[in-house]
């Protein structure tokens, strides 16, 4: 038999049978054809996607590697990538100016002087988050001349409801915040100089940074941070324009300016560590960062320009779910201040981590204080929660958090607050114990009681408290490692975290 005229394909997956006549060959003979299905184009097409992504993604890697340029390469500045080169002035306004500014050279108090003087400022921003993206955009819109932006975070989803710079492709990407911020500014405004510090601000680099600059603003959200900012520009003789902002509240004041008292006058010794929180722990709305930004932009524009009455030696203070604002007198400079006295003790940049007791940032930091045996992980947990045994799980996060989310299971919800309470005064407590103390008694074996957090911190600290309250039962108090945070990461990555 004659094959000429015959296909024969091999290794070709979903192959279609079809019978024809070869009239060389006057026999019957089967054609192989290969024929793709719909989903396996789908799914090629799902690939292509997939890998257009990842080129894209390290695309956007290479252009901030090359933004934020190595240290360690000769000829590179250590510190800032100008993103662009200004357009240089030669001391007047431009027709384009004009335009641009009309809005404001109106204002008799700003006028054309007012604006030359801000072309002829530089503004250092620590912190591109919720407070230094309002601040940044409207210095960028306003014309200073060089704005230098210090951030080492990259964007992330649960940034974006405050911080007005950023973008979701930013976030998929990890994106520099410094870089993601200096760009929607130079966007906005070309003529401003854009400087990216892509660096972690610390006692080796301040005095490098801030020392470029002739305004700092603080947009940070962390104790050691502020210490160390206040120090530099006091050693560096720069008036700081400092901004925080938590929950519905926040604040505003100017630092080291014309005589003003610096921070260190007002706080001396740092609080507490356990008593510092921020906007990750305790919430904050948008519009309220968006707001003390904003007046820190105004503060820097009326330094710069020599006008109006700036806000130092006193304290603004917002609240957003009163809709007030209250101004404050605070006490002046201190003779006896560590950086701005008479005899001043701190003439260097200190360990500010060692001084404050917590390290710099928003990351959380676990603790330990309970042994391996007193805690369980949350594959472990997950385990014992499929074998259906009796137990008790805990949860004391605040009810507003249940809401959110929480275990597939029975919780019983005790906040951390209601350990402080007197004794007996607790409701919530009192109806768990009297419950776990019967089913404890109805046991043969140590009742299992797991306790849950958000990231597993609060939860150990509950453990000491519940091992004190069941001393005289049979009751096995353990912590989940890691909390819910924990259960996303190992046990279900569709569980929502926040």
Known sequence: ?????????????????????????????QFYSCSPTMSE????????????????????????????????????????????QAVEYDGRLSKDDISRYSRQLLLSELGVKGQLALRRTSVLIVGCGGLGCPAAIYLAGAGVGRLGLVDHDVVELNNLHRQILHAEAGAEVNMLKAVSAGDFCQK?????????????????NALDIVRQYDIVVDATDNVATRYLLNDACVLSGRPLVSGGALRFEGQLTVYNYQGSPCYRCLYPQPPPAEMVTNCSDAGVLGPVVGVIGSLQAIEVIKIAAGIGCPIAGRLVL?????????????????????????????????????????????????????????????????????????HFLVDVRMPVELEITKLPTTTHNVPMDEFSKPEGSSSVLQVLCEDVRKHADDDHLPL?????????N???????????????????????IGGLTAWSKDVDENFPIY
């Not at 997939?50 to 390469?73: F, N, P, V």
């Not at 906005?188 to 080796?204: G, T, W």
Request: glycine share 6%; charged share 25%.
């Open 1 to 29: 038999m004659c094959l000429r005229g015959l296909v024969i394909v091999e290794n070709c997956e979903n192959i279609q049978n079809n019978t024809k006549f070869d009239f060389e060959s006057n026999n019957f003979v």
């Open 41 to 84: 184009v789908e799914k090629l097409k799902s690939q292509l996607q997939e890998k257009d992504r990842e080129i894209e993604r390290l695309r956007e890697l290479l252009r901030q590697h090359t933004a934020c340029a190595d240290s360690g390469q000769p000829g590179v500045d250590e510190f800032a990538w100008q993103t662009r």
């Open 188 to 204: 906005l405004n070309r003529r401003v100089a854009c400087e990216v510090h892509c660096v972690k601000l610390s006692s080796s």
């Open 318 to 390: 917002h609240d957003g779910l009163d809709g007030t604002f209250r101004c404050v007198k605070v006490r002046g400079r201190q003779t006896n201040c560590a950086v701005c006295g008479e005899s001043p003790t701190i003439t260097n940049l200190i360990d500010y981590e060692l001084f404050c007791g917590a390290v710099s940032g928003d990351a959380c930091h676990g603790i330990s204080i309970l042994s391996p045996s007193e805690r369980i992980n949350a594959l472990e947990y997950a385990s014992f929660l499929g074998s259906g045994k009796h």
């Open 448 to 456: 299992p009681l797991f306790v849950v957090c958000r990231r597993g």
């Open 458 to 480: 609060d939860s150990q600290l509950a453990v000491r408290k519940f091992q004190s309250i069941f001393s005289d039962v049979s009751v096995n108090v353990q912590d989940i």
